[in-house]
Antibody, heavy 123, light 107 residues
Framework: QITLKESGPTLVKPTQTLTLTCSFS??????????VGWIRQPPGKALEWLAL???????RYSPSLNNRLTITKDTSKNQVVLTMTNVDPTDTATYYC???????????????WGQGILVTVSS | DIQMTQSPSSVSASVGDTVTITCRAS??????LAWYQQKPGKAPKLLIY???TLQSGVPSRFSGSGSGTDFSLTITSLQPEDFATYYC?????????FGQGTKVEIK
Protein backbone atom coordinates (compact mmCIF):
# COMPACT_ATOMS: atom_id res chain seq x y z
CA GLN A 1 0.00 0.00 0.00
CA ILE A 2 1.44 3.35 -1.05
CA THR A 3 1.04 6.27 1.32
CA LEU A 4 2.54 9.74 1.54
CA LYS A 5 2.29 12.29 4.33
CA GLU A 6 3.45 15.87 4.56
CA SER A 7 4.84 17.41 7.71
CA GLY A 8 6.30 20.73 8.73
CA PRO A 9 5.35 24.05 10.26
CA THR A 10 1.84 25.34 9.79
CA LEU A 11 2.75 28.96 10.49
CA VAL A 12 5.79 30.72 9.08
CA LYS A 13 6.78 34.38 9.21
CA PRO A 14 7.49 36.40 6.06
CA THR A 15 11.10 36.21 4.84
CA GLN A 16 11.68 32.92 6.70
CA THR A 17 12.59 29.62 5.08
CA LEU A 18 9.92 26.94 4.90
CA THR A 19 10.98 23.30 5.12
CA LEU A 20 8.43 20.59 4.37
CA THR A 21 8.98 16.85 4.59
CA CYS A 22 7.16 14.17 2.63
CA SER A 23 7.38 10.77 4.32
CA PHE A 24 6.27 7.87 2.19
CA SER A 25 5.87 4.12 2.32
CA UNK A 26 5.05 1.34 -0.08
CA UNK A 27 7.68 2.27 -2.64
CA UNK A 28 11.31 3.32 -2.84
CA UNK A 29 12.92 6.31 -4.48
CA UNK A 30 15.79 4.06 -5.47
CA UNK A 31 13.53 2.26 -7.93
CA UNK A 32 14.03 3.23 -11.56
CA UNK A 33 11.18 5.29 -12.91
CA UNK A 34 9.91 6.72 -9.64
CA UNK A 35 9.62 10.40 -8.78
CA VAL A 36 8.07 12.44 -5.99
CA GLY A 37 6.81 15.96 -6.48
CA TRP A 38 5.29 18.87 -4.61
CA ILE A 39 2.13 20.69 -5.59
CA ARG A 40 0.47 23.53 -3.73
CA GLN A 41 -2.99 25.07 -3.64
CA PRO A 42 -3.71 28.51 -2.22
CA PRO A 43 -7.08 28.69 -0.45
CA GLY A 44 -9.88 28.61 -3.01
CA LYS A 45 -7.48 28.52 -5.95
CA ALA A 46 -6.07 26.04 -8.43
CA LEU A 47 -3.28 23.51 -8.11
CA GLU A 48 0.27 24.69 -8.83
CA TRP A 49 3.14 22.30 -9.52
CA LEU A 50 6.32 23.23 -7.66
CA ALA A 51 9.08 20.67 -7.98
CA LEU A 52 9.92 17.04 -8.69
CA UNK A 53 12.81 14.74 -7.85
CA UNK A 54 13.53 11.52 -9.68
CA UNK A 55 15.06 8.27 -8.50
CA UNK A 56 18.34 9.26 -10.22
CA UNK A 57 18.48 12.68 -8.46
CA UNK A 58 17.31 14.57 -11.54
CA UNK A 59 15.32 17.48 -10.13
CA ARG A 60 12.98 19.92 -11.81
CA TYR A 61 11.45 23.17 -10.61
CA SER A 62 8.72 25.61 -11.44
CA PRO A 63 10.46 28.46 -13.30
CA SER A 64 8.41 31.03 -11.41
CA LEU A 65 9.81 29.77 -8.08
CA ASN A 66 13.07 28.16 -9.20
CA ASN A 67 15.42 30.40 -7.31
CA ARG A 68 13.53 29.86 -4.05
CA LEU A 69 13.04 26.09 -4.11
CA THR A 70 15.24 23.12 -3.34
CA ILE A 71 14.03 19.52 -3.40
CA THR A 72 16.11 16.70 -1.93
CA LYS A 73 15.59 13.06 -1.04
CA ASP A 74 16.75 10.79 1.74
CA THR A 75 16.27 7.27 0.48
CA SER A 76 17.28 5.71 3.79
CA LYS A 77 14.39 7.48 5.50
CA ASN A 78 11.94 7.33 2.57
CA GLN A 79 11.59 11.09 2.66
CA VAL A 80 11.59 13.99 0.24
CA VAL A 81 12.22 17.49 1.55
CA LEU A 82 11.15 20.76 -0.07
CA THR A 83 12.77 23.98 1.05
CA MET A 84 11.33 27.35 0.09
CA THR A 85 13.27 30.49 0.96
CA ASN A 86 12.04 34.02 1.62
CA VAL A 87 8.37 33.12 2.03
CA ASP A 88 5.64 35.69 1.55
CA PRO A 89 1.93 35.74 2.46
CA THR A 90 1.19 34.72 -1.15
CA ASP A 91 2.88 31.39 -0.35
CA THR A 92 0.02 30.56 2.01
CA ALA A 93 -1.37 27.31 0.64
CA THR A 94 -1.99 23.64 1.21
CA TYR A 95 1.15 21.82 0.15
CA TYR A 96 0.85 18.30 -1.22
CA CYS A 97 3.46 15.73 -2.09
CA UNK A 98 2.63 13.09 -4.67
CA UNK A 99 4.21 10.10 -6.38
CA UNK A 100 4.72 10.28 -10.12
CA UNK A 101 5.98 7.35 -12.19
CA UNK A 102 8.11 8.26 -15.18
CA UNK A 103 7.57 4.97 -16.98
CA UNK A 104 4.54 2.80 -17.59
CA UNK A 105 0.93 3.54 -18.26
CA UNK A 106 0.60 6.25 -15.60
CA UNK A 107 3.84 7.96 -16.48
CA UNK A 108 3.94 11.69 -15.83
CA UNK A 109 0.79 11.81 -13.69
CA UNK A 110 0.37 11.98 -9.94
CA UNK A 111 -1.05 8.63 -8.90
CA UNK A 112 -0.81 8.91 -5.15
CA TRP A 113 -1.12 12.03 -3.01
CA GLY A 114 -0.53 12.92 0.58
CA GLN A 115 -3.31 14.50 2.61
CA GLY A 116 -1.71 17.94 2.37
CA ILE A 117 -0.52 20.42 4.96
CA LEU A 118 -1.86 23.95 5.22
CA VAL A 119 0.94 26.44 5.64
CA THR A 120 0.11 30.02 6.57
CA VAL A 121 2.63 32.80 6.05
CA SER A 122 1.90 35.64 8.42
CA SER A 123 3.69 37.86 10.86
CA ASP B 1 5.29 26.79 -20.14
CA ILE B 2 2.29 24.93 -21.53
CA GLN B 3 -0.91 26.68 -20.47
CA MET B 4 -3.92 24.50 -19.71
CA THR B 5 -7.29 26.20 -20.11
CA GLN B 6 -10.41 24.54 -18.78
CA SER B 7 -13.98 25.42 -19.56
CA PRO B 8 -16.38 26.08 -18.12
CA SER B 9 -15.02 27.29 -14.78
CA SER B 10 -18.20 26.04 -13.15
CA VAL B 11 -21.27 24.13 -14.17
CA SER B 12 -24.57 23.49 -12.40
CA ALA B 13 -26.13 20.14 -13.02
CA SER B 14 -28.63 17.72 -11.55
CA VAL B 15 -28.23 14.12 -10.51
CA GLY B 16 -28.55 11.99 -13.62
CA ASP B 17 -27.29 14.69 -16.01
CA THR B 18 -24.33 14.37 -18.35
CA VAL B 19 -21.55 16.91 -17.90
CA THR B 20 -18.64 17.58 -20.25
CA ILE B 21 -15.57 19.59 -19.26
CA THR B 22 -12.99 20.64 -21.80
CA CYS B 23 -9.28 21.31 -21.43
CA ARG B 24 -7.15 22.99 -24.06
CA ALA B 25 -3.35 22.95 -24.09
CA SER B 26 -1.43 25.90 -25.51
CA UNK B 27 0.65 23.48 -27.55
CA UNK B 28 0.40 19.84 -28.52
CA UNK B 29 0.87 17.35 -25.67
CA UNK B 30 0.02 14.12 -27.50
CA UNK B 31 -2.04 12.11 -24.99
CA UNK B 32 -0.07 13.18 -21.93
CA LEU B 33 -3.11 14.41 -20.05
CA ALA B 34 -4.63 13.47 -16.73
CA TRP B 35 -7.86 14.39 -14.99
CA TYR B 36 -8.24 14.69 -11.23
CA GLN B 37 -11.25 15.05 -8.96
CA GLN B 38 -10.96 17.10 -5.79
CA LYS B 39 -13.49 17.38 -3.00
CA PRO B 40 -13.36 20.13 -0.35
CA GLY B 41 -10.57 19.60 2.14
CA LYS B 42 -9.24 16.54 0.32
CA ALA B 43 -6.30 15.80 -1.91
CA PRO B 44 -6.92 15.43 -5.65
CA LYS B 45 -7.72 11.94 -6.86
CA LEU B 46 -6.51 10.61 -10.20
CA LEU B 47 -9.45 9.72 -12.45
CA ILE B 48 -8.03 9.39 -15.96
CA TYR B 49 -4.54 9.23 -17.42
CA UNK B 50 -3.18 9.11 -20.94
CA UNK B 51 -6.21 11.22 -21.89
CA UNK B 52 -8.67 8.35 -21.91
CA THR B 53 -7.59 5.53 -19.60
CA LEU B 54 -9.66 5.12 -16.47
CA GLN B 55 -7.68 4.72 -13.27
CA SER B 56 -8.41 1.50 -11.41
CA GLY B 57 -11.52 1.75 -9.26
CA VAL B 58 -12.96 4.80 -11.01
CA PRO B 59 -16.58 4.31 -12.12
CA SER B 60 -17.19 3.82 -15.82
CA ARG B 61 -19.50 6.86 -15.95
CA PHE B 62 -16.28 8.87 -16.20
CA SER B 63 -14.63 9.01 -19.61
CA GLY B 64 -11.93 11.05 -21.27
CA SER B 65 -11.05 11.78 -24.86
CA GLY B 66 -8.80 13.90 -27.01
CA SER B 67 -5.22 14.26 -28.12
CA GLY B 68 -2.92 17.01 -29.21
CA THR B 69 -4.38 20.19 -27.76
CA ASP B 70 -8.06 19.50 -27.11
CA PHE B 71 -9.36 17.16 -24.43
CA SER B 72 -12.58 16.48 -22.63
CA LEU B 73 -13.87 14.77 -19.52
CA THR B 74 -17.43 13.48 -19.60
CA ILE B 75 -19.44 12.34 -16.62
CA THR B 76 -22.62 10.51 -17.57
CA SER B 77 -25.48 9.96 -15.15
CA LEU B 78 -24.06 12.34 -12.56
CA GLN B 79 -24.15 10.97 -9.02
CA PRO B 80 -24.26 12.94 -5.75
CA GLU B 81 -20.65 11.99 -4.99
CA ASP B 82 -19.48 13.51 -8.31
CA PHE B 83 -20.09 17.08 -7.20
CA ALA B 84 -16.52 18.31 -6.90
CA THR B 85 -13.85 20.30 -8.69
CA TYR B 86 -12.05 18.73 -11.64
CA TYR B 87 -8.55 19.56 -12.88
CA CYS B 88 -6.63 18.60 -15.98
CA UNK B 89 -2.82 18.29 -15.92
CA UNK B 90 -0.32 17.91 -18.74
CA UNK B 91 2.57 15.50 -18.39
CA UNK B 92 4.30 16.34 -21.66
CA UNK B 93 6.75 19.02 -20.57
CA UNK B 94 8.25 20.61 -17.51
CA UNK B 95 6.94 22.51 -15.72
CA UNK B 96 3.94 20.30 -15.19
CA UNK B 97 0.86 22.49 -15.39
CA PHE B 98 -2.73 22.20 -14.27
CA GLY B 99 -5.89 23.77 -15.56
CA GLN B 100 -7.65 26.31 -13.39
CA GLY B 101 -10.34 23.83 -12.38
CA THR B 102 -14.01 23.26 -13.13
CA LYS B 103 -16.45 23.13 -10.24
CA VAL B 104 -19.43 20.86 -10.77
CA GLU B 105 -22.22 22.13 -8.56
CA ILE B 106 -25.66 20.88 -7.72
CA LYS B 107 -28.43 22.68 -9.57
Amino acid sequence: QITLKESGPTLVKPTQTLTLTCSFSGFSLTTTGVAVGWIRQPPGKALEWLALIHWDDDDRYSPSLNNRLTITKDTSKNQVVLTMTNVDPTDTATYYCARQPTVGATAKVFEYWGQGILVTVSS
Amino acid sequence: DIQMTQSPSSVSASVGDTVTITCRASQGISSRLAWYQQKPGKAPKLLIYAASTLQSGVPSRFSGSGSGTDFSLTITSLQPEDFATYYCQQGSNFPRTFGQGTKVEIK
